[in-house]
């Protein structure tokens, strides 16, 4: 599992949308955790799927949203808005599981838009994690953060602060 010790989901999530918070994330520096879409994000995890078992915990490492008879890892997100970096955090949870011999299906959940949507480890999949993992552990070592990009996630980040004042 080379490189993978400090990979989780979150900085693959944030790898699809912005190498500078992927930084700072990995630098434990906290976002304005006021931010009204985090508020929001945790709401939504809170008040869907009760009866499900969430948010467990492996290696220390990654945390799985939610798991679905013992063979489905879920990820419940606000909305489809991002789907790319979703699709890619589900793919990177069943690729880390399967270096464990663990090989489960995934699963998108959309549960103010009353979506969900399959994820499916494929070879294509697993070279574009690989190459992100390398990306990732280039832009962890990096000494400063990246430089900011205006981008269209700009507006809602809880880093908004620390790249725009």
């Not at 993978?4 to 979150?10: A, C, P, R």
């Not at 793919?91 to 998108?108: C, P, R, S, T, V």
Request: with cysteine.
């Amino acid at each position: 599992m080379e490189g993978l010790n400090k990979i989780n989901g979150t900085l693959i999530w944030y790898y699809y949308i912005c190498p500078r918070e992927v930084w700072l994330i990995s630098h434990a520096i906290e976002a304005n955790q006021d931010n009204d879409f985090l508020v929001l994000g945790r709401h939504i995890h809170e008040i869907f799927y009760k009866k499900q078992k969430k948010e467990i915990l492996i290696d220390n490492t990654i945390k799985i949203d939610i798991l679905f008879n013992k063979k489905v890892v879920g990820e419940i997100k606000k909305s489809s808005k991002f789907v790319k970096s979703a699709r890619m955090q589900v793919a990177f949870y069943l690729y880390y599981l399967k270096q464990k011999g663990i090989n489960l299906e995934g699963e998108l959940l959309f549960p103010e838009e009353r979506k969900r949507e399959k994820v499916v480890l494929t070879k294509e999949i697993e070279t574009e994690l690989q190459k992100a993992i390398q990306d990732i552990n280039k832009i962890i070592n990096l000494d400063k953060p990246p430089k900011p990009k205006k981008i269209q996630y700009c507006k809602t980040c809880a880093y908004k602060e620390m790249c725009w004042s």
